[in-house]
């Protein structure tokens, strides 16, 4: 919107015989595509999948699972889970909540 805004105060400005002024203008909506087109070729680098070693808060039971954070919402998921706990956490509330703000967020970098 700005880039726009820009474009029409350079085109008014070289109209008027400014052109000084909308060399200037032209130099700087030049800079801000620029600076637009590299934030957007910016690379988000997702971590590293880690395992962690989790002892059971039950008396008597003294296994250790091994888990993973979910790298959507930061749950903890117990590695090689039965498939009908993997489709409960992904179609839980708190996931779906945190998948939603990752897009939003997404689309938002886009329009940048």
Wanted: hydrophobic share 45%; proline share 3%; with cysteine.
């Amino acid at each position: 919107m700005i880039l726009a805004l820009n474009d029409l105060q350079m085109a008014e400005a070289g109209s008027v015989g400014n052109v000084d002024e909308a060399q200037e203008m032209m130099a700087q909506v030049e800079t801000m595509r620029q600076e637009r087109e590299s934030i957007k070729s910016a690379k988000v680098e997702e971590p590293a999948r880690k395992v962690f070693l989790v002892k059971q808060n039950v008396p008597f039971i003294n296994e250790m699972k091994h888990m993973e954070v979910c790298p959507i919402c930061g749950a903890f998921l117990v590695v090689n889970d039965t498939q009908t706990r993997v489709d409960a956490h992904l179609s839980g509330k708190q996931h779906v909540g945190y998948a939603l703000i990752r897009d939003a967020i997404k689309e938002l970098r886009d329009l940048l």
